[in-house]
């Protein structure tokens, strides 16, 4: 239909920036801070269809091979939602955080014990990463989350804050509609149909993720105004947080290949903390949500910064 041209066009145009896409998704968002409270009603609807699109960028051949051989994307789970938090939360104990900054502390646990953000599949895409792979993991991530993210909880903190039952089934349904929607989209329109407009899926992905992330950036610059020197600590405290998680998984996982590794790296550092402020966003700290808008900086820029190393691996000479 010669009316939707341009409209394609574009958005294939914004998919061929991908990363770059990002970086200017998270800046753009924090100009347009009116637009939050617009935005913030349809956040769910935003993850939402970025679950559907990465089920759409997996090709079904290379999801089949990974269910069919999981014991990599298993052991990848398992350290993602078992050995990282354990170790970010040690870390957090042994630098004194429980008593330096009890608040704080207890976002930074549940930050990182809760499963990674769902659009992990779509970044793979942009990254030029194993897909079918990512979106293995993301899901065992989620599948294990209502028991790990609660135990590791209840470890560090001494109480958990999240219902298991309540975690589950959110993650459930939303896995599990998606993927229902996702495979109808596929049945009417052909896996060729989709196969030729990967470029529109991912300008899709770039909006959906821009979408997120101005509703995220909602306060960001009341903060930032009232002590600036306060909230470029505390990005700073993020920034190493979500690349020390990152480099150790993707630095254990290396010997399974440099994209693999990669992959590991990015689910463990990226993760949907989201969740939590949706399950009990009414009894935290206004200095949480400040923090969960910062989390959204290392998500949205990492994966510019690390593109150039992927590019360079995958060369013929790789």
Same mark, same amino acid.
């Given at each position: ?14 998919? $061929? /920036? ?11 968002? @924090? =100009? ?7 935005? !913030?009603?349809?956040?769910? +609807? ?7 699109? *990465?089920?759409? $960028? ?25 050995? +990282?938090?354990?170790? =970010? ?10 008593? #330096? ?11 990182? +014990?809760?499963?990674? @953000?769902?659009?992990?599949? +779509?970044?793979?895409? #942009? ?11 993301? @899901? ?19 109480? *958990? ?8 089934? !959110? ?17 009417? =329109? %052909? /896996? ?5 407009? !990967? ?49 150790? *998984?993707? #630095?254990?996982?290396?010997?399974? %290949?440099?994209?693999? %590794? ?18 009990? %966003?009414?009894?935290?700290?206004? /200095? ?12 949205? #820029?990492?994966?510019?910064?690390? !593109? ?8 013929? *000479?790789?």
């Amino acid at each position: 239909m010669p009316f939707l041209r341009l409209p394609l066009a574009a958005l294939a145009w914004i998919g $061929r /920036q991908g990363t770059t896409g990002l970086v200017v998704a998270i800046f753009l968002s @924090i =100009a347009v801070p009116p637009l939050a409270a617009y935005v !913030k009603p349809h956040l769910a +609807a935003a993850v939402f269809v970025l679950l559907v699109f *990465s089920y759409l $960028r997996t090709e079904p051949e290379k999801l089949r091979q990974v269910v069919r051989a999981p014991g990599l994307a298993l052991v990848a789970s398992l350290w993602a939602m078992i050995a +990282a938090p354990v170790l =970010a939360g040690g870390a957090l104990n042994l630098i004194g955080l429980p008593k #330096l900054a009890p608040d704080l502390y207890t976002i930074m646990i549940l930050h990182v +014990a809760i499963a990674p @953000i769902v659009s992990s599949a +779509a970044f793979a895409a #942009l990254l030029g990463l194993d897909i079918a792979f990512t979106m293995v993991s993301v @899901i065992l991530c989620n599948v294990l989350s209502p028991v790990t993210t609660v135990a590791v909880s209840t470890f560090f903190l001494g109480t *958990s804050l999240i219902s298991p039952l309540d975690l589950g089934v !959110k993650l459930l349904v939303f896995l599990l509609v998606s993927g229902l929607v996702a495979m109808a989209i596929r049945r009417i =329109a %052909g /896996q060729a149909r989709i196969d030729a407009h !990967k470029e529109t899926l991912d300008g899709l992905n770039v909006i959906a993720v821009f979408v997120f992330a101005i509703a995220a950036m909602d306060g960001v610059p009341r903060h930032v105004i009232a002590d600036p020197l306060g909230a470029a600590l505390l990005l700073g405290i993020v920034i190493l947080l979500a690349a020390s998680m990152f480099g150790v *998984s993707a #630095l254990v996982f290396m010997r399974a %290949g440099f994209k693999l %590794g990669t992959v590991v790296g990015m689910i463990a550092g990226f993760r949907n903390l989201g969740t939590i402020m949706a399950a009990i %966003g009414t009894t935290l700290p206004d /200095q949480a949500w400040f923090y969960f808008a910062l989390v959204q900086f290392p998500i949205y #820029l990492f994966p510019a910064l690390i !593109k150039p190393f992927v590019r360079r691996r995958s060369t013929p *000479s790789s």
